[in-house]
């Protein structure tokens, strides 16, 4: 089973995630898509104004099962080994997803500001259709 992660290749701190959970997963389980890839993206009907609610999870194995924003990163938390029992106690703490949300929100909105951006898209080794290992 594949998922694919959509993200900012411009974010440095979007793209510091993505190298953190390429190292955790190894290409397992998750394939990358920068946001900044519309030809991929187009074909999944995905346009800029979608990449501006924050990153996305899309199931490979059924295109209609998405995951946007703070959703996405917890259902990627999820997918890790071991990472459901963290979510769900985040989850299960009174008011703990509606600041979650939040703070999501604020770093989306800030991401350049905050964490800087890069001069150049990064693309992830673990790519949709594997031309990015050549």
Excluded at 12 to 24: D, G, K, P, R
Excluded at 53 to 58: C, D, K, S, V
Excluded at 102 to 118: A, M, N, P, S
Aim: aromatic share 12%; charged share 25%; hydrophobic share 35%.
């Amino acid at each position: 089973m594949n998922y694919y992660v959509i993200y900012d290749g411009n974010c440095n701190l979007c793209v510091t995630l993505v190298q953190l959970l390429e190292t955790l997963d190894q290409g397992k389980l998750f394939r990358y898509v920068p946001m900044q890839d519309e030809q991929t993206l187009s074909q999944w009907e995905i346009t800029s104004t979608d990449c501006q609610q924050g990153m996305m999870l899309i199931d490979g194995n059924d295109m209609e099962r998405r995951w946007q924003g703070s959703n996405a990163a917890e259902e990627i938390g999820r997918l890790l080994p071991l990472g459901s029992v963290f979510v769900e106690a985040y989850r299960a703490l009174p008011g703990m997803k509606w600041a979650g949300d939040r703070f999501y929100e604020q770093i989306r909105d800030h991401r350049y500001v905050l964490f800087g951006k890069r001069s150049q898209t990064y693309e992830s080794v673990y790519c949709v259709d594997d031309s990015c290992k050549n």
